[in-house]
Structure formats: structure tokens, C-alpha cells
């Protein structure tokens, strides 16, 4: 048994806290840091994420470039295709599995006992997720660029490019987020790779929107992902066509606010259960 | 006084399930108090309540002077808590695990590299804080989260079983330090545990808890000088009521308790009794199989007061374990956010 020198009720008030409560900016990039370090120390995470998207590239060119071309539909199908790979590496790229990690492990809990702002704990991830989708797009993009494919909007298009594939990316990323503080569960988490097959088929991943008929066409309208193609492909095909980046980039942003309020309730609900 | 954590009729419940049944609690400043109960007792959900992670169904506390449902900010910038899992990433080093921890808190970089140098110290594990901490063993992981659980010098210090699952060495260490923070910075502690010896050796006071409920509280030689000065423990193979009946007339024996096959009596006056007490069971014809003179433990309060024994008793309420009820049940309680 210990002898405590028990302080005073002066000892007592008089302490200050070292801790105190950060700006909303540090609280970011304290999370966003180790989240990007995180990113780095996975490299396995990095290589089926590039493998699928170059194997559906090569694949689909491959098997229907020629009579895609050859009916007339399609124009180049090499170029057409480019956003469909960069829609399938970033699309479910996120660091839910991360967070699950951190669920199951008692880190999550660690970070709530400290003063930083509850929303920034989903923020801070997102910037890592920002710097994995371009991580990932850039070797697309160059592979596109080495079969011969070129930019009608130049070099500040292959930008936009870029970042319009990670807006895609990070909006879906909400629901993987929603699922791992939701459920805490990784498999929970993997599972949620379905999401990725509606909103990557059921819209013009093959084929022009003016070709598809019947219950595809319809579905392929309330699909955001035919916007971001659409813009995607605008960029490398037309230059500078606003009204389909516009699109593409509203659409992005609808399911971005649909994906994270979906997250945000989850960790509220995560949280009120202690 | 002043008290660091007072509670008042606390409670949680997860749907049917009152993990925490309506408890009082006044920790004073300087002190270290021993969370004593087995498993599913509600110990875990008493911290995890104190420190702002779970809202109480009903209630008040407060933690440093703060309520805890309505100031839980200015709670976390004054405590320190280890929970009782390693609350480590496994990808980051040791050095990065402490340096994040640090700015979580908010803390300076100059602040965080003079509390870097304080704590290291206490993780003691020389270059490997340069290692992933996925490398560690146990003990190192344990001794790393108890260092960044006190990276912003905290306050108050909840440690939930702190020891769990640690060889003798590294709970020895664990004991010093705790025992250190308590001396050196007058850090009021608040442990739980399931080990008896560890409350008895580092607790001021110790509350007993089963059921959701303390059954009792005070500094642990005043709960053992309350069963009594010496305990003498038969284990019979035979009759218990009719050999504690025959002991009960025996003078001097202040209290008899049978518990499976043990009868203890409380006496202020063992070794005189004794004999007496080896010839009254012969007499009765009631085989033992021994006859044990010992001081009380707070294994004999815990046994007292619940009806149980603690040691290698694990929890007999049939109550889920706490994390378990965590998982397995969505009560609404109100956020602490």
C-alpha cells in the first residue's frame, strides 16, 4: 500500500492542464497525417486496387474494341474506356478497414477520449483517401497515355482528370465508413464492395448513353456514375464541355453528402452507445 | 475535501441488463482508489461512464468538478486513461504512437518533446521506440499505452486493469509507476482490477463491486479488520452445517461463514483457537481435509459481502461480460460527445 502525499484543495485547483483544445486546422491534420502515413505502410492495399482496374482495361478492349469501333458507336474505344479504369480504381478506395482496426482495437476509443472535434476523426481520413484515389489514378492515366491516348483539354484536363476521379472516389467512400462505424465488423466492411457492381455496370461502362436501351438506359439516368463518365470522358474527347463537368461534379458531390451523412450518423450512433 | 470523481445513483443499463446499478462514489483528490469485482461486475462500464465514452442512463458525476453528461470537453483535457485493451495502432512506432498523442492533446512541439522525454522513460524499452509497435510484446504494448495516457499530464489517471494479462516483472513495473505518479504528482488514481493483490497493494481505499452495485468500501486493512483479526478455514469432506454448528459453540469465534466445502471463522484470537477448533470438528465426526489459521485477505471481504469468492472466481452472476453487452446491445443513452 502506497503512502500518497494527498495534495491540498489548493494543489487541486490550482492545476492547468497541458492538454488543451486545438484549432478545427490541427485537429485535421493530426488525424489526416497518420492516416497518410498509414496509407504509405500499406503498400499490399495498393496492389489489387491497380491490378483490378488495368485487368478490366486490358479485358474490355481487348475483347470489344473492335466492334465497338467497328459498328460505329464508339469512336476510340481505347480513350472511351480510360474513365471506366479510373471509376474502378478509385471506386470503394478508402480507409474504413483502417477504421475498423481502430473500432476493434480500442484506438477509436482512444481518440474520443481526447478533446479533438468528432467530425474531424471521418476528415482526416478523407485526406488520405484523397492522396490513395490519385495514388491509384496516376498509373492508369499513364497507361492510358503510353497506348496513344491524348487529352483534347491538354495537360490542365489530365488535372481535372485527376481530381475528378478522386471527387468520385471520396464520395463513394462514405459508405464503406458508414458500414465499418456502423457494424465494427471487416467483413461487414469487404462486403460492401457490392455497392460498387450497380453503380459500375448499370450505366455506360460499355456503351454510349445514346445505344443503351430499354431498363438500362432508364436506370443508367439516376446512376451518378453515367455523369462522371460522361464528364470524365468529355475532357479527353471534347476539351472544355462545362455543362458535363458541371454534371458529373454535382453528381459526385450528391452522393458525397448522401455517403457521409450516412457515415456521420453512424458515428453518432457509435458514439452515443459508448 | 475535495473529491476528484464523485457519482451519485449512477446508472447503466443495456436494455434489460443493469450493468451499473445506482452507485455513490467520492474519490478525493491524491488518492488511489481500487476498482475491486470479477468480470461483468461493472467495472468497465463505471470508467467508460467516468470518462466521458458512454452517457449514464440515470444519475450524476462528475470528474474533476465537471458533470460528466455536460462537460465532458473540460473532463478530457484532465485525464489520463488506459483502458483494458492495448489502445495501440500497430502500424505507427512507439515514438510516433506518443508524438500523436501528444498533439491530439493539442500539446506544443516543444511540450510534447519534454513529455517524450518524461515518459519514455516509463515504456522502457530502449531503441525499440523506433520499432513498430505491432513488434512488442505485451508488457511492451501495456507499458506504451499507460505512457500515452499520460503524455499531457493528466490529473486524474484511470487505469481499467491495467495489469491484465502481464508477467510478474512487467506488473511490477506497472505497480511502481503507478505507485510513482501517486507520490511524485499527487495523480489521483482510479484502478480496476480483479486481482485482489493488486488492490491490496496499491489502493488507498477499495470499493467492492457486484452486480452493478459497491457492496463495500474502505481502506483495505479496515475491510479485513472487519471480519476480524485472524480467520481460521476448514475444508471439510462431510457435513458443513453440522460441523459449523459445532464450531458456533465454541467461545471466542466472533463469526462463522460456510461457503462449498469451507467453513471460516473469525476470531480475534487464532492461534489460541485453533486447537479448540481441530477438536470440535473431530468431535463431530466430520472429515477435514485441512485447517488453515491466516489473517483476512480482501478475498475474505469479497467473499463477505458477495457471497463468492473473487479469486479465480471469475463472475457468477451469469451477467455478460461488459464489452460484450457494449457490442451486443444498442441502448439509447444520451451521447457524451
Known amino acids: 500500500m502506497t503512502t500518497a502525499t494527498a495534495p491540498t484543495s489548493d494543489d487541486a485547483t490550482a492545476y492547468v492542464p497541458l492538454a488543451r483544445r486545438a484549432s478545427m486546422w490541427h485537429d485535421f491534420a493530426t488525424i489526416a497525417h497518420r492516416a497518410i502515413r498509414g496509407v504509405f505502410r500499406e503498400p499490399e492495399f495498393f496492389i489489387p486496387a491497380l491490378i483490378t482496374p488495368v485487368f478490366f482495361f486490358v479485358v474490355i478492349v481487348g475483347a470489344l474494341q473492335d466492334s465497338a469501333q467497328g459498328s460505329g458507336t464508339v469512336t476510340d474505344f481505347k480513350a472511351f474506356q480510360l474513365p471506366v479504369a479510373i471509376i474502378f480504381a478509385v471506386t470503394g478506395v478508402s480507409r474504413a478497414t483502417a477504421l475498423v482496426t481502430d473500432i476493434q482495437s480500442g484506438y477509436f476509443d482512444r481518440l474520443l477520449l481526447t478533446p479533438i472535434r468528432r467530425p474531424m476523426l471521418l476528415l482526416g481520413l478523407m485526406a488520405a483517401d484523397v492522396v490513395s484515389v490519385i495514388l491509384l489514378t496516376i498509373p492508369v492515366l499513364a497507361l492510358g497515355l503510353v497506348l496513344g491516348i491524348s487529352f483534347e483539354s491538354g495537360i490542365v484536363g489530365m488535372l481535372v482528370f485527376l481530381l475528378y476521379g478522386a471527387t468520385w472516389g471520396l464520395a463513394f467512400a462514405g459508405f464503406p465508413y458508414a458500414i465499418a462505424l456502423k457494424t465494427g465488423n471487416p467483413a461487414a466492411v469487404n462486403a460492401s464492395f457490392v455497392l460498387f457492381f450497380p453503380f459500375a455496370f448499370l450505366t455506360t461502362t460499355f456503351l454510349p448513353k445514346e445505344a443503351l436501351t430499354g431498363w438500362l438506359s432508364t436506370v443508367s439516368i439516376y446512376n451518378p456514375v453515367t455523369y462522371v463518365l460522361g464528364g470524365l470522358r468529355s475532357l479527353i474527347s471534347d476539351g472544355w464541355r462545362t455543362d458535363l463537368l458541371v454534371q458529373g461534379f454535382a453528381a459526385s458531390l450528391g452522393l458525397m453528402v448522401i455517403s457521409f451523412g450516412l457515415a456521420s450518423l453512424a458515428m453518432r450512433g457509435r458514439i452515443n452507445r459508448g | ?337
Open chain 2, 1 to 337: 475535501m475535495l473529491s476528484a470523481i464523485q457519482a451519485r445513483e449512477l446508472w447503466r443499463t443495456f436494455g434489460t441488463n443493469e450493468a451499473v446499478a445506482g452507485i455513490d462514489l467520492d474519490v478525493p483528490y491524491g488518492e488511489i482508489y481500487g476498482f475491486l469485482g470479477p468480470n461483468g461486475a461493472g467495472k468497465s462500464t463505471t470508467v467508460r461512464m467516468l470518462c466521458t465514452l458512454l452517457g449514464p442512463t440515470a444519475g450524476t458525476a462528475t470528474v474533476a468538478g465537471f458533470d460528466v453528461a455536460t462537460q465532458p470537453g473540460d473532463i478530457r483535457l484532465r485525464i489520463g486513461v488506459a483502458l483494458q485493451d492495448y489502445s495501440i495502432d500497430g502500424k505507427q512506432t512507439g515514438r510516433e504512437m506518443l508524438d500523436l498523442q501528444g498533439r491530439l492533446y493539442g500539446l506544443s512541439t516543444r511540450d510534447i518533446a519534454r513529455r517524450l522525454d518524461d515518459v519514455v522513460g516509463l515504456v522502457d524499452i530502449g531503441s525499440a521506440i523506433d520499432d513498430r509497435v505491432d513488434s512488442y510484446s505485451g508488457g511492451m504494448k501495456r507499458r506504451l499505452d499507460l505512457a500515452m495516457s499520460l503524455i499531457h499530464r493528466p490529473q486524474i489517471l484511470f487505469l481499467d486493469e491495467p495489469t491484465t494479462g502481464l508477467d510478474p516483472a512487467s506488473r511490477s513495473a506497472v505497480w511502481a509507476e503507478v505507485r510513482r505518479l501517486n507520490d511524485d504528482y499527487g495523480t489521483t488514481i482510479f484502478l480496476t482490477t480483479q486481482y485482489l493483490e493488486e488492490a491490496d497493494e496499491l489502493a488507498d481505499r477499495v470499493g467492492i463491486i457486484s452486480d452493478g452495485l459497491i457492496k463495500a468500501e474502505g481502506a483495505p486493512n479496515e475491510l479485513k479488520r472487519d471480519i476480524g483479526a485472524d480467520l481460521i478455514v476448514a475444508e471439510v469432506d462431510g457435513d458443513l452445517e453440522l460441523a459449523a454448528d459445532a464450531l458456533r459453540a465454541i467461545d471466542g469465534i466472533d463469526d462463522v461463514e460456510t461457503h462449498n466445502n469451507e467453513i471460516t471463522l473469525a476470531t480475534t484470537d487464532g492461534a489460541g483457537l485453533i486447537a479448540e477448533v481441530a477438536v470440535a470438528l473431530s468431535g463431530c465426526g466430520v472429515p477435514v481435509k485441512s485447517l488453515t489459521l491466516r489473517t483476512p485477505t480482501l478475498d475474505d471481504v469479497f467473499l463477505q459481502v458477495t457471497g463468492t469468492h473473487l479469486a479465480g472466481g471469475g463472475d457468477h452472476s451469469g451477467r455478460p461480460d461488459t464489452d460484450e453487452a457494449h457490442q451486443s446491445d444498442h441502448a439509447s443513452a444520451e451521447a457524451t460527445s
